[in-house]
């Protein structure tokens, strides 16, 4: 049965995706905390009620945004490339793929690095996050044990530099002629890994 809240939604062009795009961007600029149903209404230019005909509220719209951020480190995470070969290669393919995801879904993990823990979704998302870097960490000195990073670089500290600056991508990336993802991968993986390797 078609209701009239639907039809509504679907006339002006809204379908799940759309409202979670949108509503990501109001987050993004007004901060998830800052943003009320009335504020994602008016960016959608439809009632609170045709809102709650895509998601329950607010936070499932938060969740459904972190979990495409986080779904793809976790793709990559779990991607062969990343479990077969030397260690070093392994980080840097994950290195390289981390800046590509993050310029293909870049108001999602926009987001994701807002995040501070103020809810339960928040706290999850965080939690997931956390184990990502688990994972990157025990690369990282995988490639130290077997020699393939210099012997003078910390590996938790490398683990932390290396995706400051991927994070850091979120914060000034805006599309350019020039600076593509692949651009942009090759000039971090040259700046990082020229340096590291032994």
Request: charged share 25%; aromatic share 6%.
């Amino acid at each position: 049965m078609v209701t009239p809240t639907s039809t509504r939604s679907r006339r002006r062009g809204h379908d799940p995706e759309s409202v979670l795009s949108i509503a990501v961007g109001v987050f993004n600029e007004r901060g998830y905390d800052g943003t009320s149903m009335e504020d994602l209404a008016r960016a959608l230019g439809v009632t609170k009620s045709a809102i709650y005909y895509h998601v329950p509220g607010k936070e499932q719209l938060l969740a459904r945004a972190l979990d495409r951020a986080l779904d793809g480190l976790f793709e990559l995470a779990t991607d062969e490339r990343a479990a077969t070969g030397p260690a070093i290669d392994r980080l840097e393919w994950v290195v390289r793929q981390s800046v590509r995801l993050l310029i293909d879904r870049l108001p999602y993990v926009t987001l994701l690095l807002r995040v501070r823990g103020n809810s339960p979704t928040e706290q999850a998302a965080l939690e997931r996050r956390q184990e990502f870097d688990v994972f990157v960490g025990g690369l990282v000195r995988e490639a130290a044990d077997e020699g393939g990073i210099r012997p003078d670089v910390d590996p938790a500290l490398l683990t932390r530099l290396l995706f400051g600056t991927v994070n850091s991508i979120a914060e000034w990336y805006r599309t350019a002629p020039g600076a593509s993802a692949e651009d942009l991968a090759d000039a971090l993986v040259k700046m990082a890994f020229g340096g590291l390797r032994r």
